[in-house]
């Protein structure tokens, strides 16, 4: 809903997407977005703040964005499954029903995290959960969301949001590894806490194209 409601207009990244999925069929190419934005401050340091109606026709600052982070060189393709890293925490702690281990060999698995932005070790201790139970040498390819770096309560300068993605990335990567050599990773996609949006066909098919390094997903 917050997408819905972004100030002062919906991202156009988000929307072209979100007819995709809306009101279109068939397999679609994933893009990167030119520029992301992560927390709710303005060029000029303003918050834009729900509970100050005057701040919501602002615009929050945009950074560029570096793009996927790649690594392997193997295809992969699957159901789409996962979600925050949170939430898939708490369903491996609490014996939430998930996929077997059969149906995971046919999965592509989906993480991203939230405001609640876990530490790096904590995301390892997630991962290592997957790999430990014989999921991540299953699974067809791995893809991450862009982590939330900013919040109210904690809110990161851009060298501080900046190592504190990198740190999440190297330990999803170094983690994933050890479980399984081949599979690809791609990191830094637009889906989860940041904006612009992709909403990713959750339980759709998605196909991992590393030669040319592009994702295929169909709504």
């Not at 991540?136 to 309560?153: C, M, T």
């Not at 050890?178 to 990191?187: C, D, E, L």
Request: hydrophobic share 35%; charged share 25%; glycine share 8%.
């Amino acid at each position: 809903m917050t997408q819905f409601t972004a100030q002062p207009e919906m991202d156009a990244f988000t929307v072209s997407f979100l007819k995709k999925a809306l009101f279109e069929e068939g397999e679609f190419e994933l893009q990167s977005s030119d520029e992301f934005y992560d927390s709710n401050l303005t060029e000029e340091g303003m918050l834009v703040d729900w509970y100050k109606p005057e701040t919501l026709g602002l615009k929050k600052k945009r950074e560029q964005n570096p793009g996927w982070k790649w690594d392997g060189s193997k295809d992969g393709a699957g159901l789409l499954w996962g979600g925050c890293i949170e939430s898939v925490d708490e369903m491996l702690r609490h014996a939430v029903p998930i996929p077997t281990l059969e149906q995971f060999a046919e999965i592509v698995l989906m993480l991203e995290s939230s405001e609640e932005m876990p530490t790096a070790e904590q995301v390892r201790r997630v991962v290592r959960a997957f790999g430990e139970r014989g999921i991540l040498e299953r699974v067809k390819g791995v893809l991450v969301g862009r982590p939330k770096a900013w919040y109210f309560n904690n809110q990161h300068s851009i060298e501080e949001q900046n190592k504190f993605r990198s740190d999440q990335q190297t330990v999803i990567l170094e983690t994933v590894r050890k479980y399984n050599s081949s599979i690809p990773v791609v990191q830094n996609l637009d889906f989860g806490h940041t904006d612009p949006q992709i909403p990713m066909p959750y339980g759709g098919e998605v196909r991992i194209d590393s030669a040319s390094k592009k994702i295929f997903g169909t709504f």
